[in-house]
């Protein structure tokens, strides 16, 4: 995952997160060879390797904001941050379902949360 940080003038940031796909495991939902494992039949297709599946990818853009005002001897920051700014739904990569026998094979069946905001305060004295 690349990720970059970028200190900007005048009290701003700007976060940028890129992930390509992470790899899943593709399975037959049987238990082919016979051993009995605990978590379930997850035996894979024959000729494909361990995390031959790829999910989606991810990007995200974070943006924060912050203002300081003295205040006598003491110092308040007020802070704006806002996640996900170009609020771009983002699959969750461990959603993805490796069973060959499921209809839903290949497909993620989460994102993770859209745009969120948040304010803040904080006091120094």
């Not at 060879?33 to 989606?56: Q, Y």
């Not at 912050?66 to 170009?86: P, S």
């Amino acid at each position: 995952m690349d990720e970059k940080n970028d200190r900007l003038p005048s009290g701003i940031s700007l976060k940028t997160i890129y992930g390509s796909g992470r790899p899943y495991n593709i399975a037959t939902g049987n238990d082919e060879n016979g051993d009995f494992d605990l978590t379930g039949p997850n035996d894979r297709p024959p000729g494909v390797g361990r995390n031959s599946g790829r999910g989606p990818d991810f990007f995200t853009i974070d943006l924060g904001l912050y203002q300081r005002f003295r205040i006598g001897r003491g110092e308040l920051e007020l802070r704006l941050n806002v996640y996900n700014l170009t609020n771009r739904t983002n699959l969750l990569p461990e959603s993805v379902i490796g069973d060959q026998r499921s209809q839903l094979f290949g497909q993620p069946l989460a994102a993770a949360r859209k745009r969120q905001a948040e304010i803040g305060l904080s006091a120094r004295f």
